[in-house]
């Protein structure tokens, strides 16, 4: 059974930058054929993909509304990755949730595996 765990701070002030942890227990990031993912839900809005590293190496793909902004990596000696993502502003607020999908599935639309997710709050 996959299972992922969020960290990192609950609280960030205007400009500052976000970065959160995911760790991954039941499952390898590099050798079980699945794609990792960030996501993340507003208050009042539907989940919205942010962007997903690979199981197989270190490539990323970023939503292009976020693409200057957010960074996605690994820890393989952790098996954990994170997301960076700068510059917040207040309409970042959200839930923050890392997620899984199979290889052979949708990563931006589909995610059969899922954290509890993480409140983040941007406020000055």
């Known amino acids: 059974q996959v299972q992922l765990q969020e960290s990192g701070p609950g609280l960030l002030k205007p400009s500052q930058t976000l970065s959160l942890t995911c760790t991954v227990s039941g499952a390898s990031i590099t050798k079980d054929f699945l794609y990792w993912s960030w996501i993340r839900q507003p208050p009042g809005k539907g989940l919205e993909w942010m962007g997903v590293?690979?199981?197989?190496?270190?490539?990323?793909v970023i939503s292009p509304s976020l693409k200057n902004r957010a960074s996605i990596f690994r820890d393989t000696s952790s098996n954990q990755f994170s997301l960076t993502l700068t510059a917040v502003t207040p309409e970042d607020t959200a839930v923050y949730y890392c997620?899984?999908?199979?290889?052979?599935?949708?990563?931006?639309?589909?995610?059969?595996?899922r954290g509890q997710g993480t409140r983040v709050t941007v406020s000055s």
């Open positions: 997620a899984a999908s199979p290889a052979d599935g949708d990563f931006r639309t589909t995610w059969p595996y």
């Open positions: 590293i690979g199981y197989d190496n270190d490539g990323t």
